[in-house]
């Protein structure tokens, strides 16, 4: 029955399809979550937007872990008669789909946050054509694509609130924050070393590294600013531009920077590491300086919804 989906979308290809696929993929890669989510904690709501990061990393953490427990092949991998497309984001096992768990819990925590019936009906949309393109482009077998979108949004059921209201307390944040970054640089770094030694497998474990890595640097850059920063989300639309703009290239860059980097894991560590604590942490407390942004007033973290 699978391998039969699989032939049908194969059977059905034509160029323009192929283009819509890897439109619609592209909605379920990091590049688009980091952007989003970005906007979010440095010119919306810094509760709202912790919310979505820890149930996206949640729902990631869970799926990287499934995936290097099964450990099941790809239909091209599988199948000699299917031409896999856009195979340099099918990185790691095939179940269950990184791309449509990501998109489920993404896109249903962004419309749990904003609450708009359209944007509910967008978000819906999305992680259908997400778990759609995954099958066609042949990167994923009908059965990894169904347990992407159950464990996605069923993460972000049990999670998101808890997260929401988490962001309350500041002395559990900070602690929670300092353990998951401490823990999740530590494994990233573990992971960098023991890949290249042979000890882990690397189809199994890279993309755990990486998300270790992405969540230690974050979780302590939300450690730095929930115990000193406090910066405030606030300002003027020409200053939220151009705040957004500038952190954004250096984001960008700081993903782009890997064929300058020496060719081994660790730098990939510390590029996903530093990536989360700037987005987090670092930017807000050279923001600060340069004016970018203004200290939250204190006690007032109840008037951000």
């Not at 942490?281 to 109840?302: A, D, I």
């Amino acid at each position: 029955m699978q391998t039969a989906i699989i032939r049908f979308f194969d059977s059905i290809a034509t160029p323009l399809l192929d283009f819509l696929g890897e439109f619609f993929t592209f909605f379920g890669e990091q590049s688009v979550f980091i952007l989003v989510i970005a906007y979010i904690l440095w010119c919306g709501s810094k509760k709202k937007g912790f919310a979505i990061y820890s149930t996206l990393l949640t729902s990631l953490v869970a799926m990287s872990t499934l995936k290097a427990l099964v450990r099941s092949p790809r239909p091209f991998e599988v199948l000699s008669d299917i031409q896999g497309k856009r195979v340099e984001t099918a990185t790691g096992y095939s179940f269950p789909s990184g791309h449509t768990t990501g998109a489920a819990s993404f896109y249903s925590s962004l419309a749990v946050t904003v609450r708009k019936r359209w944007l509910s009906i967008i978000c819906g949309f999305i992680i259908l054509m997400v778990a759609i393109s995954r099958m066609y482009l042949g990167v994923h077998w009908p059965l990894d694509v169904v347990a992407g979108l159950i464990l996605g949004v069923s993460i972000t059921i049990i999670t998101y609130d808890a997260f929401f209201k988490l962001y309350e307390d500041q002395v559990r944040l900070v602690k929670l924050a300092l353990a998951i970054g401490i823990g999740g640089t530590i494994g990233g770094v573990l992971l960098a070393f023991l890949i290249p030694a042979g000890i882990a497998d690397p189809t199994a474990f890279t993309d755990p590294m990486k998300l270790l890595s992405l969540a230690g640097g974050g979780y302590l850059g939300f450690a730095l600013d929930q115990s000193r920063l406090h910066y405030a989300t606030t300002g003027s639309l020409k200053v939220k531009v151009f705040r957004y703009v500038f952190g954004v290239v250096v984001l960008m860059a700081l993903q782009g920077s890997k064929p300058f980097l020496p060719d081994h894991l660790f730098f990939s560590f510390l590029r996903y590491a530093v990536t989360g604590f700037w987005a987090t942490g670092l930017y807000p407390m050279l923001g600060m300086r340069l004016r970018l942004w203004e200290g939250e007033p204190l006690f007032n973290r109840e008037a951000e919804v």
